[in-house]
């Protein structure tokens, strides 16, 4: 601990391993975010002295862009105004399956993040971890309590707009 500081690793860190597991846990963070392109196996296989959480719920960002993509076509680049971010417009990719991934830009970074165009959504009482992490992007209060219900109760949501990620791939 680090003034009182608790430490916990984000899973951009792609922890794959118990030896990144390790390396990390030197280094004083106490609780260490498992990769999510890990299989159900993977999970099960690891074994440390630090907290393992792992991300059950939410959108996996997919990639985030150092610029900022519409700081152009809206005319805002390099001052920015936030034109883009309001509550009546939404930006997608679409890509060759006609999958809808949301683009999100940080006007603060001048960054655009891109996100699944599915939800994660996993169950995970037979995995080998300490914390079930949710992920909140855009959900309202009733959502959010659902999914709270949902990933107490150690179920996941079903649907075409779910996936359970690498669950049950090699990665």
């Known amino acids: 601990m680090y003034k009182g500081l608790e430490f916990i690793s984000n899973s951009t860190l792609n922890v794959f391993n118990n030896y990144t597991i390790d390396e990390i846990a030197n280094n004083d963070v106490s609780t260490v975010t498992l990769s999510p392109e890990l299989t159900r196996e993977d999970i099960k296989g690891m074994k440390s002295a630090v ?10 960002k997919v990639m985030t862009l150092k610029y900022c ?6 005319g805002c680049y390099p001052t920015c105004d ?12 679409r890509d060759r399956m006609g999958l ?21 959504s996993i169950e995970y009482n ?11 992007l855009e959900e309202n209060i009733d959502e959010i309590n659902k999914i709270i219900k949902t990933v107490k109760s150690g179920k996941r949501f079903e ?9 049950n791939r090699y990665v």
Request: net charge positive; hydrophobic share 30%; proline share 3%.
């Open 51 to 60: 907290n393992k959480e792992l991300m059950v719920y939410g959108k996996l």
């Open 126 to 136: 037979d995995l080998n971890i300490d914390y079930a992490r949710i992920d909140i």
């Open 159 to 167: 649907g075409p707009d779910y996936t359970n990620g690498n669950m």
């Open 82 to 93: 936030s034109k883009c971010r309001d509550d009546k417009h939404y930006y997608y990719l």
């Open 100 to 120: 809808l991934f949301k683009v999100i830009p940080n006007n603060l970074q001048t960054l655009s993040n891109i996100y699944n165009s599915k939800t994660l």
């Open 69 to 74: 993509l519409f700081g152009h076509s809206n």
